[in-house]
């Protein structure tokens, strides 16, 4: 099985006025986002984590990762984790919850979810968790991640869903 390419884990040079307001918000709400007890809901991550299968065994892709919460559930289970993020203060946050967790095998890096840093066909499952409503593209995210999967691999994707015209 390929290796992930990692040789580009800095953030993209080009980023939109979105990506840009992205990373602000998550910036600055990176502590309290991971203190979080219903984001960080242990049935939430056991739920996805067995929605992967035997997956959950392997390599596995963590897409907009934030501060490592299910990151952290799928390290309990995966060979190797690979959670990425645009928002560097959200992966440090991770990398301190992952060390308290005692994870070795989870791999920070931070990226775009849109241009994903990896060949194809090097992971067994990608998860997508309460993010995929923050791309102003979703599709190129899902195809990204659909790209990078090995034969047979599994997306798990849980988000958020209000009907068109909504108020906030």
Do not use: W, Y
Not at 45 to 55: D, F, K, P, R, V
Not at 114 to 124: I, Q, R, T
Not at 147 to 160: F, Q, Y
């Amino acid at each position: 099985m390929p290796e992930p390419d990692d040789r580009r884990p800095e953030a993209p040079r080009s980023l939109t006025p979105h990506d840009v307001r992205v990373q602000s918000e998550f910036a600055r709400q990176a502590e309290s986002f991971a203190a979080s007890k219903t984001l960080g809901s242990g049935e939430l991550t056991t739920a996805i984590t067995g929605s992967l299968g035997e997956a959950a065994r392997g390599r596995i892709l963590d897409l907009a990762a934030g501060p490592g919460l299910m990151a952290s559930a799928l390290a309990g289970t995966a060979r190797e984790v690979v959670a990425i993020d645009l928002t560097a203060e959200t992966l440090v946050v991770a990398r301190t919850r992952l060390g308290a967790d005692g994870h070795r095998n989870v791999r920070l890096v931070r990226g775009n979810g849109l241009v994903l840093p990896f060949g194809e066909s090097c992971f067994d499952a990608a998860v997508i968790r309460l993010a995929l409503h923050h791309l102003q593209q979703p599709q190129h995210a899902l195809r990204e991640a659909h790209r990078t999967l090995c034969a047979g691999g599994v997306i798990a994707v849980l988000d958020l869903v209000a009907p068109e015209g909504a108020a906030d």
